[in-house]
């Protein structure tokens, strides 16, 4: 057998993919991206929900402990010692609203990306004057179960 025959039998046959084989792997993997990408964000909007619901529980101990020892609830973030006007992981704007001597109404109100959860894109917790808290979300016709796990 001389040289030149053993090397290779066939030096055409080359190993790896073809253009055709890649472009069709990308394809396939764009389509299962597309496919799976609604359900995770759905998923992490879900989950953003407990900044608000955290935030809301805070405030609602403040606004209880405030009232302990004021004749009234407090009307202001800053009388409850909350730095600022957002949530601890900021994808809530937080805000007291009526408060008085017999309750208060604490609201979170998405922002940034957590804004694409419309169904539940503003949270309150309200304390009646009968010593009921409430929650509530809007818009009006969400379901209030959806966003509040408890």
Not at 64 to 88: C, D, I, K, V
Request: charged share 15%; aromatic share 6%.
């Amino acid at each position: 057998m001389d040289a030149s025959h053993m090397h290779h039998s066939n030096p055409r046959r080359l190993h790896g993919f073809t253009l055709i084989e890649s472009i069709l792997s990308i394809a396939l993997i764009a389509i299962l991206v597309g496919i799976a990408l609604p359900g995770i964000e759905l998923q992490w909007l879900r989950t953003r929900r407990q900044d608000a619901h955290h935030a809301l529980a805070q405030l609602h101990l403040r606004q209880l402990q405030w009232r302990g020892l004021h004749t009234q609830y407090a009307s202001s973030l800053s009388e409850l010692s909350w730095p600022n006007s957002l949530s601890t992981a900021g994808h809530y704007t937080l805000k007291v609203n009526n408060a008085s001597a017999q309750g208060f109404e604490l609201e979170a109100r998405a922002v940034g990306l957590q804004a694409r959860d419309t169904p539940c894109a503003v949270m309150s917790l309200r304390l009646l004057a009968e010593g009921v808290v409430q929650r509530t979300s809007q818009p009006e016709n969400s379901d209030t179960g959806r966003c509040w796990p408890w």
